[in-house]
Every structure is written in C-alpha cells, then in structure tokens.
C-alpha cells in the first residue's frame, strides 16, 4: 500500500478535526463573574482532550516520552537533541511557508531563541493530545511554554505531524505559533 502524502494527510487531519471547540471548554466549574465593563473578557482555553481515533497505548506513550525528551534536550542547551526527532526532510510551518529540514529548523531555532549557545529561555509543553492519523501517523497538539531568562514568558499552541520510520516515531511537520 503506498504512503499517503503530506496533502493527504492534511486532509485527513481537517476531516478528524473536531466539531466545534466550545464543547471541549476546560473546567466544569460555575461561570466566572461577568467581568467589570471595561474589562475585556478572557478568552477560553480549550484544554480538553480532542476526540478522534487513538493510537495503541504504547506508541502514545512513545510520543510524548520523546516530546518530553525534545525539551529536556532543549533546557539542557543540547539543540541537535531537541531536533533529533525530526525526520531529515521533516517541515517547520513559517511566516513564509515551510521550511524544509531538519538543520535548517535548527538553525531557525537557534537563531530566534538561543544566545551565546544556549536557550534564552526554559521550554515545556502543556495540554498534549496525541490522535492516530492512520496505523503509522499521528497528529499531536498542544501547548509551548518558554519561562525564564529574564524575559516575560511566551506560549503559544502547536501541531505536529509524527510518523512511523524504521528508526521509530519522528516528526515530519511542526506548525506552531
């Protein structure tokens, strides 16, 4: 059977999506007070778990070790660590579009996050969900966090598109923002 394409896999990922995201609001508790009115409203934060098909429990618990792994790498100033789990001709999601390979994505990180070889900033990921796109992908979404160094911390949310290679899990496309 031969290896769907990236598109392909995409499009799979837009059809396995979930349907509208205000049912997955984390937190089951009361509302919050309405804030004061010249208060702008806080924005919700979906954090619950992301329906769809699973992956066994073994490969999941693979991929996020090695998530978990990638940023220890990163905390410990070792940056070809924290890409190793990118495959050679893996894609990162850029303001101009993808940018392909992995020393390049390096390079890319080291450039914006890194000084004087080590990062500027502590890296952890929050709110991980793992989802199976099939027997040999996966699509895993969550939270980045960078703390520390002096500077306000920065977050935003990923996506990351994994795959099944003779050498294990490894990643062939980020998007994160």
Known sequence: ???PTARQLLALALLLA???LAAQQ??????????APQAQPAQPLYTAG????????????????LMQVSADAWNRADLPGHVADYTENATMMTGRGPMPGR???GRMLERGF????????QLRFEHLSVRALGRDHALVTGRFVLTGG???????????????????WRMIH????
């Open 114 to 121: 890194w000084k004087d070889g080590k990062p500027v900033q």
């Open 103 to 105: 020393e390049q994505i």
């Open 26 to 35: 984390s937190g089951a508790q009361a509302p919050a007070p309405a804030p």
């Open 18 to 20: 979930p349907a509208p």
């Open 150 to 168: 002096g500077k306000a911390d920065v977050s935003g949310w990923y996506s990351t598109t994994w795959e099944r290679t003779a050498e294990g």
């Open 174 to 177: 980020d998007h994160s923002s």
């Open 50 to 65: 992301v329906p769809g098909p699973r992956l066994p429990e073994k490969d999941e618990a693979e991929i996020r070790r």
């Open 1 to 3: 059977m031969p290896r």
